[in-house]
């Protein structure tokens, strides 16, 4: 069975430009979450999505926004991107009545 | 003071020596515990996952959570160089659909010939 897959895998940006990251969950999983990883620090919660709505918040500001669609993949969109905004941003999923969380390989966000 | 304190080493260890991984929380309200292993830019991969205190054991991974002192340990017997990598905790204070996870900072081991 293929595990959580996320593109691109790695993203080169300029300060102010905006991307859209993308997440499928395993086979089966409703529920997907993004956590933004910075070098040397771990991962920090940022959304939780289940069955297509929002099901809780990070402390990120409103530049940071997500959506599910229908078939539970996920996008993560950043806008006016800060030099700080570099890190690896991760997807994880969940399946239902599971607490355990599997994650993907992230993409690698680099803002020049 | 964060939530979940980690030592972040780095801790290096002779191949076969056990291995004592540990993190220390502050929220009563956690119940649910994770150790997840990160080899260099790579995802987080799921170890060991456990619901209050006790102990838990798969293989060469002992997990061991001690609620009254909010305290976690992860403990790797015959280390070998393969488990060289970085080691998070993760914790969650609830299940189901808003279950975000509190990691600490990660402690990188390497384990050498």
């Known amino acids: 069975d293929a595990g959580v897959t996320q593109s691109p895998t790695h993203l080169i940006k300029t300060r102010g430009q905006h991307v859209t990251l993308r997440c499928s969950p395993i086979s089966g999983h409703k529920s997907v979450s993004w956590y933004q990883q910075v070098l040397g620090q771990g991962p920090q919660f940022i959304f939780q999505?289940?069955?297509?709505?929002?099901?809780g918040r990070g402390n990120f500001p409103d530049r940071f926004s997500a959506r599910q669609f229908p078939n539970y993949s996920s996008e993560l969109n950043v806008n006016a991107l800060l030099l700080g905004d570099s890190a690896l941003y991760l997807c994880?999923?969940?399946?239902?009545?599971?607490?355990?969380?599997?994650f993907g390989p992230g993409t690698r966000l680099t803002v020049l | 003071q964060k939530e979940v304190e980690q030592d972040p080493g780095p801790l290096s260890v002779p191949e076969g020596a056990i291995v004592s991984l540990n993190c220390t929380y502050s929220?009563?309200?956690?119940?649910?515990f994770m150790w997840y292993r990160q080899y260099s830019r790579k995802g987080p991969e799921l170890l060991m996952y456990t619901y209050s205190s006790g102990n838990k054991e798969d293989g060469r991974f002992t997990a061991q959570v001690d609620k009254s002192s909010k305290y976690i340990s992860l403990f790797i017997r015959d280390s070998q160089p393969s488990d060289s990598a970085t080691y998070l905790c993760?914790?969650?204070?609830?299940?189901?659909?808003?279950?975000?996870?509190?990691f600490g900072t990660g402690t990188r081991l390497q384990v050498t010939l």
């Open positions: 994880a999923s969940r399946g239902s009545g599971y607490n355990e969380q599997f």
């Open positions: 999505y289940y069955e297509k709505e929002e099901r």
């Open positions: 929220n009563s309200a956690f119940q649910y």
């Open positions: 993760a914790m969650s204070d609830r299940t189901g659909t808003a279950s975000k996870l509190t």
